[in-house]
C-alpha cells in the first residue's frame, strides 16, 4: 500500500536595516523591525493562517486518516510570538488533533551544520527544547536547513540520537535509484534517509497556478492519479515544501486550499496513505545505502549549495561569520546569542548570490548582491568586534570555557547554598513553632481561668482544730 509523507517548512526571513560603515562600533542593533513586522504579518494573514485552519479541518474531517509533519526554525517561531501569536495557537490546536509530528532542525535556519559541529549541536538542542515547550513533542526526526544532506552530516546527525531525517531525492546522487524508497545514511545505518519527490512537490508549490503548464489546472483526482499509477514497489511518496506555497507562493484565488481537502478522499478512494517520518522510519525497511559526498539542498536546478555559497563574497562573508562561532557558543550571552542566530539565517547568505533568478529577482533592501554583501560585513564588522571586547582575542578558546566553566560551576554553588540557607531557614521557623511554651492559652482560656473557682469538698482543707490544754489543778 502506497503512503504520502506531507511536510511543511515554517522559516521567516530575518530582515536587516541599513547599516553604514561610520555605525560600526556605536550601533549593536541591526534590524529592520518595520519590515520583520510587516513580513510576518502579511505572510501570517495570508498564507500561515488559513493554511492552518485547512490543515485541521482536513483532520478533524478524516480522524486517524489524514497525517502531516511540520518543522519551524528558532527565527520563525520568535517572529510568531512576537507578531503573529494566532499561527502559534493553530500549530498547537491542529497538534491536538493528533495529525502532526514536528521535527527537529537547526534554531537559526542557517549552516553551521557544514561547518561547525558544536555549533550545530546546540543550535538543534536549543530548537528541540522550544519544540517540547511548545507541543510537548520530543523531535526523533531531522530536517536541515534548505534540506541540506551530506555523509558527514547524516553521521552528525545520527550519533545526536534521530532516528530519520529528510533530504532532497537529487537526480545526481540517486542516479537509477528512485526516491520511492527508504535509505539510510552509508557512514551509519541507523539513520533512514526520506527523499523528497521535487516533481510531484513543485507540482503543488511551485506550477499549481501557472496557466502554461501542460497539466494547467491541476485536480486532486488527478493528482492522485499520478501517485496511485506509480510502480507497486515504490511505496513511499515523499512530498515536501514549505507552508507559505499555500498562500504566498500559489495565492488563495487558484483554490489551492480546495485542492489540497480534496487529497485525503482521493487519496482513500485508491488505497494510498498518509504517515508521518517517524511512522515510516519505523515501519519501512531500509532499500540500502544513499552515498551523497557533496552537500544536497532543495534549491535551484543544482540542489547543491550554490545559492548560498555560490561566490567569492558569500564565502567570505561564511567563514567570517562562523569564525567567532565558538567563542559565542561558550560565552552563552543571550543577547550575542540571538544576534548570531539572526545574522547565520539563510537569507542573509543568499541576498548576495549572483546567479540568474537566484531568488526570483528579490533581494529585500538591497539593490544588487554586492549592496547586501557591504551592508552584511558591516554588522558583522560591529559585532565580531562586540564579542572580542567582551571576551578579548588573547584569551584562546579553551581558556575562555575553562573560565566560564568556572564562573558557572561557582554560580550553581552558590545557588545551591542558597536553596539550602532557605531550607533551613524553613525547618528552624518550623521547630520555632512547635517548641513554643505550653503555657500560652487562648483569651477565651485566660478570660475562664480569671474566674472564681470553687474549691470542690473533697479538696477543702479541714479548718484547724483548736487544742484545748487542761492544766493539772495544783492544790497548794
Known sequence: ???????????????????RFFDIGTDHYYYDDYENARSISETAERSYVPALQTLIEMAEANPGEFKCAISLSGCAIEQLENHAPQCIELLQKLNDTGCVEFLA?????????LINEDTFRDEVQRLCKKVKSLFGQEPKIFRNSCLIYSDDIGELVASMGFKGMLAEGAKHVLGWKSPHFVYNCCRDPRLKLLLRDYSLSEDISFRFNDSSWSEYPLFADTYADWIAQLPEEEQVINIFMELCA?????????NILEFMKALPVQFKQRGITFSTPSEI?????????????????WVDEERDMSPWLGNVM??????????IADRVRICRDRRLMQDFDY??????????STKPNSYGGYRGIYDSPYDAFTNYMNILGDFITRVNERYPLDIDNEELNSLLTTIKNQGDELALKNKEISKLQNMLARFEKEEAPKSEVSPVEAEEASKPQATPAAKRKAPARKTTVKKNATTK
Request: hydrophobic share 30%; proline share 4%.
Open 1 to 19: 500500500m502506497k503512503t504520502v509523507c506531507l511536510y511543511f517548512e515554517i522559516h521567516q526571513n530575518i530582515h536587516l536595516k541599513r547599516y
Open 105 to 113: 532542525e537547526p534554531y537559526s535556519h542557517g549552516f553551521s551544520s
Open 246 to 254: 499555500l498562500g504566498i507562493f500559489q495565492p488563495l484565488s487558484s
Open 281 to 297: 522510519c519505523g515501519r519501512v525497511k531500509s532499500a540500502g545505502d544513499l552515498t551523497v559526498t557533496y552537500p544536497t539542498s
Open 314 to 323: 558569500q564565502r567570505e562573508a561564511f567563514n567570517k561569520l562562523y569564525s
Open 343 to 352: 545574522l547565520q539565517a539563510s537569507n542573509n547568505l543568499r541576498f548576495m
